[in-house]
């Protein structure tokens, strides 16, 4: 989808009248207003239902989506501007709508594990709240589908969400919003995840032992490798590469490209040959040091908004980097005004992605009040052939629902991630915004996110202000590493 600066998008195009609603559900505010009241109509309506996706003529699914569409409908929020969102639920489960990197309350967030209501199978909730922080954000349903993969995220239940800035420099001459989806999923020994992208590559030799050592042990019983999923399809917005309208460019035409990674568990890669990418924003907040670059790399629920200055006319396939991926459908062709012909790939040089390059040069960040140690352990194949992951030893469980960390309002603290597994795990933090401090033992600052890309058998470090009260969730986004036990609760003392 592209749109111009101010889209039209509002609503999704499906407003609904309150006038029209049998009922009012939930009016629900995040920050005390009277949201609720009967005469303000919705300024949003998203409907859960079954629907059918087009990924090509003659590749159409059925799964669930957001208005009948994918992606879901591009929802335009305004920095501080309270909005009322009317979510029903057309489907016989019930629901969990995520405002992933909002800082919303506990009631509004969409994760069942902090307390938020569901939506009702065949029923709604209307929510309000104050949307923030500005930038590229992300909706998405947030079940544990766990063995079910037609469940969760593995589904069509994934949409942009962009919160204008009250200040916008606007250094482009248009906005593209892009959302990389695969479907098809099905279960697999062992999967071809991309490694190896991530710099700095040494690993920890502590933990690096450990998990080896571990993962040995379990194969010297007999076990078989724990189930991965792989897909069939892919698509960026909704068409397999060739079977939607190209993006359009002209020469001299400056590009900002909003690119979310919707899948329930893949990492995504992508580069248009010849030009580069200046990232200007990650997980929707502006980064210290915008730089170019000529491959993107994104964990699942990762965001990253680039700017392209469209200066080598020609038709190309912007796509990822996995010939595999991108044949079955990971692209999308971009067209200068004047060009025609079959669109042309070219696999850039190798190239590292390098979290820091986008900090601060310099200072470091402030010290923390406390620092939360978590070691990240793979339980290989130990739960019904899935492996089973662990923080600090624990396997979450929904039976018990109990907060491993105990936060104080108004503190800094650090999160020392230690990876004992040679998965690269994109770690998710409710709720809050989090500051890198630390990638694989280098020190950065001024990098804000909410998802972070962990790396086999190595450190992450990140800050976040306990600012936002309330149970806080805090998992890995790869949907069969979540529903397996890598989760944990926060709460606030
Ligand atoms: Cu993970």
Redesign the pocket.
């Known amino acids: 989808m592209s749109l111009g600066r101010r889209g039209l998008l509002q609503g999704g195009g499906l407003a609904v009248l309150s006038a029209a609603l049998p009922r009012f559900g939930e009016a629900q505010s995040a920050d005390g207003s009277a949201s609720g009241s009967p005469q303000r109509a919705a300024d949003h309506a998203i409907r859960i239902g079954n629907g059918l996706v087009e990924l090509a003529p003659d590749r159409i699914i059925s799964t669930t989506t957001y208005n009948g569409q994918f992606p879901g409908p591009l929802l335009r929020f305004q920095e501080g501007r309270q909005v009322v969102v009317d979510i029903h639920n057309d489907t016989d489960t019930p629901e969990q709508l995520h405002w992933h990197g909002q800082t919303v309350p506990v009631d509004i967030d969409g994760a069942s594990e902090e307390g938020t209501p569901f939506i009702p199978a065949h029923g709604m909730r209307r929510i309000a709240f104050t949307p923030g922080p500005a930038g590229l954000r992300f909706y998405h349903t947030h079940l544990t589908p766990g063995a079910d993969l037609s469940g969760g995220q593995y589904g069509g239940q994934v949409g942009t969400v962009y919160i204008e800035p009250k200040n916008d420099p606007g250094r482009h001459d248009r906005e593209v919003f892009l959302m990389l989806k695969e479907f098809q999923p099905a279960l697999s020994r062992g999967g071809d995840m991309a490694m190896g992208f991530l710099a700095p590559a040494e690993h920890v030799k502590t933990l690096e032992e450990a998990g080896e050592s571990a993962m040995r042990a379990s194969l010297a019983k007999g076990m078989p490798h724990g189930f991965e999923v792989g897909y069939s399809l892919f698509s960026i917005n909704g068409r397999m590469l060739g079977h939607g309208d190209p993006i359009r460019v002209k020469v001299g035409e400056r590009v900002l490209f909003h690119i979310v990674n919707g899948s329930a568990t893949e990492i995504r890669s992508l580069a248009l040959p010849g030009h580069l990418f200046e990232v200007i924003a990650l997980d929707g907040n502006p980064v210290p040091t915008p730089s170019k670059v000529p491959v993107l790399w994104l964990g699942t629920a990762e965001r990253i908004s680039a700017v392209v200055e469209m200066n080598h006319p020609g038709v190309w396939v912007m796509g990822d980097l996995a010939d595999d991926d991108r044949t079955r459908g990971m692209g999308i062709v971009v067209e200068y005004a004047g060009k025609s012909g079959k669109p042309s790939w070219a696999k850039p040089t190798p190239f590292k992605w390098y979290y820091t390059r986008f900090g601060k040069s310099t200072s470091n960040a402030p010290a923390p009040d406390e620092t939360l140690e978590m070691t990240?352990t793979k339980n290989n194949a130990a739960n019904q052939g899935f492996n089973e992951?662990r923080i600090n030893d624990v396997a979450f469980s929904m039976e018990k629902m109990e907060p491993m960390f105990h936060l104080r309002q108004g503190k800094r603290y650090r999160l020392r991630m230690r990876n004992a597994s040679d998965?690269?795990?994109?770690?998710h933090l409710h709720r809050h915004s989090f500051e890198l401090t630390g990638i694989a033992g280098r020190p950065t600052a001024g990098i804000i996110k909410d998802v972070v890309m962990l790396g086999g058998y190595q450190e992450v470090e990140v800050d976040f202000i306990a600012d936002n009260p309330g149970r806080t969730l805090f998992h890995?986004?790869?949907q069969l590493?979540?529903d397996f036990g890598?989760m944990a609760l926060f709460d606030y003392a």
């Open positions: 990240f992951w998965d690269i795990h994109p770690v890995c986004h790869q590493h979540m890598f």
